[in-house]
C-alpha cells in the first residue's frame, strides 16, 4: 500500500508521511496468512542463499509482537518447517519485534487509525549465523526454555 493509499485513507499528505516516517509502502499479509507462514517463507530464502541444510541448523529463534497465537510456544516455524525434533528452538515477544523480526501487524492494527496506518504493516526477515573467523561474531549468547510450562 502506497503512502498515497493510506493517506486518502486518514487524511494524511502524501509528503507529511515520507517527510515523519521516510516509509514509502507497506505490505499487508494475504489472507489468511499468519506470522508463521511468513518465516517459514524468509527462513527458506535464506537457506538458499547458504550451503546450510535445514538439518544442520542448530537453533531456530522467531522475534515477533504478533505471533500466531499469544501462548508461549516454540517458535511456528519449528512446528512448520521440515526440522529435526531435537532443534532448539526459542521465541522473543516485544511490542517492538528484534532482529530480524516478524510481523503481522494488519490483523491486529486500526488501518483507518492515523497513528498506526502510516508507520506499520506486515513483513519479516531472515537471518543464517554460521562459523566466522576468530575474533568475528558472537561472543556469549545464554538462550532457555523452561520444558514443565510447556502444555
Not at 486518514?10 to 515520507?18: D, F, K, R, S, T
Not at 532448539?88 to 515477544?93: I, K
Request: charged share 20%; proline share 8%; glycine share 8%.
Amino acid at each position: 500500500m502506497t503512502n498515497a493509499e493510506v493517506g486518502e485513507r486518514v487524511g494524511v499528505a502524501l509528503q507529511w508521511i515520507e517527510q515523519q516516517n521516510q516509509i514509502r509502502t507497506r505490505r499487508y499479509a494475504a489472507t489468511p496468512k499468519a506470522t508463521s507462514d511468513l518465516t517459514v517463507r524468509a527462513a527458506e530464502r535464506a537457506l538458499e542463499q547458504t550451503d546450510l541444510a535445514v538439518h544442520r541448523m542448530d537453533f531456530i529463534i522467531v522475534s515477533t509482537s504478533t505471533p500466531d497465537s499469544p501462548s508461549h510456544r516454540p517458535p511456528p516455524t519449528c512446528r512448520t518447517h521440515p526440522a529435526p525434533p531435537e532443534q532448539g528452538a526459542s521465541t522473543s515477544t516485544s511490542s517492538a519485534a528484534g532482529f530480524p523480526g516478524a510481523e503481522v501487524y494488519s490483523r491486529i492494527l486500526d488501518c483507518d487509525e492515523r497513528k498506526t496506518a502510516v508507520l506499520l504493516g506486515d513483513g519479516t526477515g531472515a537471518v543464517v549465523v554460521g562459523p566466522v573467523p576468530t575474533g568475528y561474531g558472537v561472543v556469549a549468547c545464554g538462550l532457555h526454555t523452561l520444558m514443565t510450562h510447556m502444555s
